[in-house]
């Protein structure tokens, strides 16, 4: 079993940047997809971005795309996700997800079977 814990959330001015990771313990996620969820107050959990085994398949939701990177590095048993030019609606508590083995539909969060218990992120108008 596979325990996920983020870190970096925090409360910064729209327009600025924060940098989110997660690191996992217990086995390797060298295998498996990952992915970046949120859940903003009063909203479902929704897809941020997702990213395969070895990094060169990535996925992002639309009102993230070219503001939001997400990395990995599994040496180190972490993602990441930098997150510029951020906006108020991107307040939420985000989560990061290993998918089940083999998974391709990494936007769908019935795919993904390990959760972090979430980082809080307050974007200030």
């Known amino acids: 079993q596979v325990q996920l814990v983020e870190s970096g959330g925090g409360t910064v001015q729209a327009g600025g940047s924060l940098r989110l990771s997660c690191v996992a313990s217990g086995r390797s996620i060298a295998a498996y997809a990952m992915g970046w969820f949120r859940q903003a107050p009063g909203k479902d959990r929704e897809f941020v971005a997702g990213?395969?085994?070895?990094?060169?398949?990535?996925d992002y939701a639309d009102s993230v795309n070219n503001r939001f990177t997400v990395t990995r590095d599994n040496t180190k048993n972490s993602i990441f996700l930098q997150m510029d030019i951020l906006k108020a609606e991107d307040t939420a508590v985000y989560y990061c997800?290993?998918?089940?083995?083999?998974?391709?539909?990494?936007?769908?969060?019935?795919?993904?079977?390990?959760w972090g218990q979430g980082t809080r992120v307050i974007v200030s108008a």
């Open positions: 997800a290993q998918a089940q083995p083999a998974t391709v539909r990494r936007q769908v969060e019935d795919e993904y079977n390990y």
């Open positions: 990213i395969n085994w070895i990094g060169k398949a990535i």
